[in-house]
């Protein structure tokens, strides 16, 4: 399985990205629960967002993300996105994006970095005036 994140940038605070996450493995994307994490510098890896296999609805967040940044599916595309909105200085860091087949991570804990098995390279956001 690979992933592939991209569309990160530097913003200004307040603006919007969209990241998003491509999928290439041995079936397709909607099989794969997907999570971004995010590490800011001088900081541990975090928790910032996560979608069920099979499902466009059972989405999870950081709580100081809620509200502001969206998962959504790209079915057509085997990607999935993440789109964030007002964005603030605190939000600088790195994204990866993680999938696992099925609901293993979710069952072993969609927040903890080692439930996820498969792991992209990073994509920056900076968010600066």
């Known amino acids: 399985v690979q992933l592939q994140a991209s569309g990160g940038g530097l913003v200004q605070p307040g603006a919007s990205l969209r990241l998003s996450c491509a999928v290439s493995g041995r079936t397709y994307s909607i099989y794969y629960a997907v999570a971004w994490f995010r590490q800011a510098p001088g900081k541990e890896h975090e928790f910032v967002a996560a979608i069920a296999s099979r499902s466009d609805t059972n989405i999870r967040y950081l709580d100081s993300v809620e509200g502001r940044f969206a998962v959504s599916r790209d079915n057509s595309n085997n990607a999935v996105h993440l789109q964030m909105n007002m964005l603030t200085p605190e939000d600088t860091a790195v994204y990866y994006c993680?999938?696992?087949?099925?609901?293993?991570?979710?069952?072993?804990?969609?927040?903890?970095?080692?439930?996820?098995?498969?792991w992209g390279r990073g994509t920056l956001v900076t968010v600066s005036s």
């Open positions: 993680a999938a696992d087949l099925g609901s293993g991570a979710w069952t072993r804990g969609y927040a903890s970095r080692g439930s996820w098995r498969y």
